[in-house]
């Protein structure tokens, strides 16, 4: 799911436009996400806090994202470091 925050409220809102809507994905596909955290998480309560977050400076939360077949080798990785844009990785 998408969500954006809303400066006024402070608060994280899921994302209404129809291209960010939830999408699902084919049974044989395997999808693999790891994220890096540099501090713990914060204490909020109910609020959401997304795991992934991509900033209007082109930050983004480091990450790596592997799709995959079942039962198949071949595998796709991309991923960011934080600073660096999203790339393909080796």
Do not use: C
Request: proline share 8%.
């Amino acid at each position: 799911m998408w969500w954006q925050l809303n400066d006024n409220r402070m608060r994280w809102q899921p994302v209404a436009e129809p291209s960010f809507q939830p999408y699902r994905l084919p049974e044989n596909l395997l999808v693999r996400l790891s994220v890096s955290h540099f501090q713990e998480p914060v204490n909020t309560g109910e609020a959401v806090i997304p795991d992934l977050v991509f900033f209007r400076d082109r930050q983004v939360t480091p990450f790596q994202l592997s799709i995959s077949g079942s039962g198949d080798a071949k595998r796709i990785t991309i991923g960011s470091d934080g600073l660096s844009d999203v790339a393909i990785m080796e």
